[in-house]
């Protein structure tokens, strides 16, 4: 897929609310998610103020998790001239009982491949764990 000449802004991922025992939702990518198998191309972008949000935990259970408030890559992606910025993940609450969820990776979380040019610009991000970028 490719992303050329795009604001993406204000988006937000959600994880599931946990029912009772049960940890929250994982939630991954506010602005974009590239899975395992695939190819991401983002070029002359802005990806601004997205969210990642961990889904609240049931009784007993934990937090969701929230990874790359900005963008979420597990497959290859090549950014070029984008800049990444004012993105957060969000752990989910935790249920009575359970652990708040963790919230890593603000501008970008990344278990892939990934190629950054010296145009691209990934500050001013905000996480519990690695602000801008997690496996960059």
Known sequence: ???????????????GTGGEGTDG????GGGIANA?????DVSDTIVLANQAIGGSGGTDGNGGAAQGGGLYNAGIATLTKTLVTRNKPKGGA????????????????????????????IFGNDADQFDNCYGC
């Open 94 to 121: 935790a249920g009575s009982g359970g652990l708040a969820g963790v919230g890593t990776g603000g501008g970008l979380f990344n278990v892939g491949g990934i190629s950054l040019d010296a145009l691209d610009f």
């Open 1 to 15: 897929m490719s992303i050329v000449d795009c604001l993406l802004a204000g988006n937000v991922a959600q994880g």
């Open 25 to 28: 939702g994982l939630a991954l």
């Open 36 to 40: 395992r198998t695939a190819a991401l």
